[in-house]
Nanobody, 125 residues
Framework: QLQLVESGGGRVQPGGSLRLSCKAS????????VTWFRQAPGRGRQGVAV????????QYLESVKGRFTVSKDNAENTVYLQMNDLKTEDAGIYYC??????????????????WGRGTQVTVSS
């Protein structure tokens, strides 16, 4: 059974950077599509970035393109989300989720079978 644990969240000022990690256990992430979601207070979960099993396909929410980068280290069984030039609207709880196959509807919460518990990102001056 795949288990996911997020880390790396924290508080930064606008324009700052954070790198989130999604560490897997119980199975290897080389067989999974992994997506980062975020949830702001009072709002639903929003798909931010997806990386396919091989790491060769990456897609992003339009508002984070050019600022966020998703990557996968299969040796470490970890997926990362590098977030640069953070804005106040990027704040929320960030979750990683995994599924065994990719779909063009990658940002749909219902697509994913495995979820981590999230890590908090606060962007504030």
């Amino acid at each position: 059974q795949l288990q996911l644990v997020e880390s790396g969240g924290g508080r930064v000022q606008p324009g700052g950077s954070l790198r989130l990690s999604c560490k897997a256990s119980g199975s290897t992430l080389s067989s999974f599509v992994v997506t980062w979601f975020r949830q702001a207070p009072g709002r639903g979960r929003q798909g931010v970035a997806v990386i396919n099993a091989s790491g060769g396909l990456k897609q992003y929410l339009e508002s984070v393109k050019g600022r966020f980068t998703v990557s996968k280290d299969n040796a470490e069984n970890t997926v990362y989300l590098q977030m640069n030039d953070l804005k106040t609207e990027d704040a929320g709880i960030y979750y990683c989720a995994a599924q065994t196959y990719y779909t063009s509807a990658w940002a749909m919460v219902s697509h994913y079978s495995y979820w981590g518990r999230g890590t908090q990102v606060t962007v504030s001056s």
